[in-house]
């Protein structure tokens, strides 16, 4: 009997001690706190400057994935796996000076993960098969859109660094402590972007889209030649060029150039004009143009792809896109493109013709 007492004692003390836990996960929840893995390390004993402080779980709304896929519909945030990302974030001010916001750990579910298993289904695909120029707009529950290309979800040299943030966590400096103003809604988040204007609070929407500019396409171009490069956007042209730019800084980039397709192309490096210092000439930066804007870069055979506005000037990994001027007599020339931040060399186009900066 004494034996028994006692083991309805402990059950009692177990049943009890979840209830606790129970309860403590909700206080967590109600609080708008939540224990972080590994726990807080307030006394900064770890080499880890990163879980210093509480993060706080991020309100939202269910995301629809849609478009030129084969398999729209909600997305599972919960069956995803979780990303843990770093940025400091600035806006843009309307007299070209920009404004810090602070500095965030985000965590949450890359855009990687989310339309990894969304079948392709483009509208274009007939002439032009390539997944090089395909877009994809995000918007939120105010209106609001940012634009991304396919490349710079799926090519870059770092994967997962553009994410759905679920969770933030204050990144606090150790001497002024300061605590930056906190999100309190779902966030996308752009972690190589200087410019944080593409952060849209809310997503609530996703569609991919290829760019319904279309091309003649001749894969037999020999020699495969332009002989100028026009800058554009819908309503005129801003620049021809046709020689080497002169007054432009000349970069050279170390790479292992390796195509998804052929493999290793090359180990040579490459040396040309970063892309963005031409752009900036004709363009004004607005936080609108940041979010939105696409450049469409075509070749004299009818390739082409795709990149974000911001991917091109607004990085802040200086992995620039560089027009790269081509020897005389080599096939790809006047000029080509090469995307420095891509793991791939599928962007990089050769005997580049057009440069086009879509504002949708």
Same mark, same amino acid.
């Given at each position: 009997?004494?034996?028994?007492?006692?083991?309805?004692?402990?059950?009692?003390?177990?049943? *009890?001690?979840? &209830?606790?836990?129970?309860?403590?996960?909700?206080?967590?929840?109600?609080?708008?706190?939540?224990?972080?893995?590994?726990?807080?390390?307030?006394?900064?004993?770890?080499?880890?400057?990163?879980?210093?402080?509480?993060?706080?779980?991020?309100?939202?709304?269910?995301?629809?994935?849609?478009?030129?896929?084969?398999?729209?519909?909600?997305?599972?945030?919960?069956?995803?796996?979780?990303?843990?990302?770093?940025?400091?974030?600035?806006?843009?001010?309307?007299?070209?000076?920009?404004?810090?916001?602070? *500095?965030? &750990?985000?965590?949450?579910?890359?855009?990687?993960?989310?339309?990894?298993?969304?079948?392709?289904?483009?509208?274009?695909?007939?002439?032009?098969?390539?997944?090089?120029?395909?877009?994809?707009?995000?918007?939120?529950?105010?209106?609001? /859109? *940012?634009?991304?290309?396919?490349?710079?979800?799926?090519?870059?040299?770092?994967?997962?660094?553009?994410?759905?943030?679920?969770?933030?966590?204050?990144?606090?400096?150790?001497?002024?402590?300061?605590?930056?103003?906190?999100?309190?809604?779902?966030?996308?988040?752009?972690?190589?972007?200087?410019?944080?204007?593409?952060?849209?609070?809310?997503?609530? /929407?996703?569609?991919?889209?290829?760019?319904?500019?279309?091309?003649?396409?001749?894969?037999?171009?020999?020699?495969?030649?332009?002989?100028?490069?026009?800058?554009?956007?819908?309503?005129? $042209?801003?620049?021809?060029?046709?020689?080497?730019?002169?007054?432009?800084?000349?970069?050279?980039?170390?790479?292992?150039?390796?195509?998804?397709?052929?493999?290793?192309?090359?180990?040579?490096?490459?040396?040309?004009?970063?892309?963005?210092?031409?752009?900036?000439?004709?363009? /004004?930066?607005?936080?609108?143009?940041?979010?939105?804007?696409?450049?469409?870069?075509?070749?004299?055979?009818?390739?082409?792809?795709?990149?974000?506005?911001?991917?091109?000037?607004? &990085?802040?990994?200086?992995?620039?896109?560089?027009?790269?001027?081509?020897?005389?007599?080599?096939?790809?020339?006047?000029?080509?493109?090469?995307?420095?931040?891509?793991?791939?060399?599928?962007? *990089?186009? /050769? $005997?580049?013709?057009?440069?086009?900066?879509?504002?949708?």
């Amino acid at each position: 009997m004494i034996r028994k007492f006692y083991f309805i004692l402990l059950l009692t003390a177990i049943v *009890a001690s979840c &209830r606790d836990g129970e309860k403590s996960n909700t206080e967590y929840r109600q609080t708008g706190s939540h224990p972080q893995t590994g726990g807080i390390d307030s006394a900064d004993r770890n080499n880890n400057f990163y879980d210093n402080v509480e993060s706080y779980p991020l309100s939202g709304g269910e995301i629809l994935v849609e478009g030129e896929i084969e398999n729209p519909g909600m997305v599972d945030l919960a069956s995803l796996p979780r990303h843990s990302v770093i940025t400091k974030e600035a806006l843009l001010n309307e007299d070209g000076s920009n404004s810090f916001v602070g *500095a965030y &750990r985000y965590d949450g579910c890359s855009l990687f993960d989310i339309l990894a298993d969304r079948i392709l289904d483009k509208k274009n695909k007939e002439e032009f098969p390539p997944i090089i120029d395909l877009y994809v707009e995000i918007e939120n529950d105010r209106g609001e /859109k *940012a634009v991304l290309s396919w490349g710079e979800i799926y090519y870059p040299t770092v994967l997962h660094q553009i994410i759905i943030a679920t969770d933030v966590m204050r990144i606090v400096p150790t001497k002024s402590k300061d605590l930056w103003p906190l999100p309190t809604e779902r966030k996308l988040v752009m972690v190589n972007d200087l410019l944080s204007e593409r952060n849209i609070s809310n997503p609530i /929407k996703i569609t991919v889209r290829s760019c319904d500019r279309s091309f003649l396409i001749n894969r037999h171009l020999d020699p495969l030649w332009a002989p100028e490069v026009s800058f554009s956007d819908s309503a005129s $042209a801003w620049l021809t060029l046709g020689s080497k730019s002169s007054g432009m800084t000349e970069q050279t980039v170390h790479t292992i150039f390796y195509g998804r397709g052929r493999g290793i192309h090359s180990t040579q490096p490459f040396s040309g004009y970063p892309l963005q210092e031409f752009l900036q000439k004709h363009l /004004k930066e607005s936080p609108e143009t940041l979010r939105e804007g696409l450049v469409l870069i075509s070749s004299a055979d009818g390739y082409r792809s795709i990149f974000s506005l911001s991917e091109i000037i607004n &990085r802040n990994d200086q992995a620039n896109v560089l027009l790269v001027p081509v020897a005389p007599g080599e096939d790809g020339g006047l000029f080509r493109i090469f995307p420095s931040g891509d793991f791939f060399s599928d962007r *990089a186009v /050769k $005997a580049v013709n057009n440069v086009i900066f879509l504002y949708p």
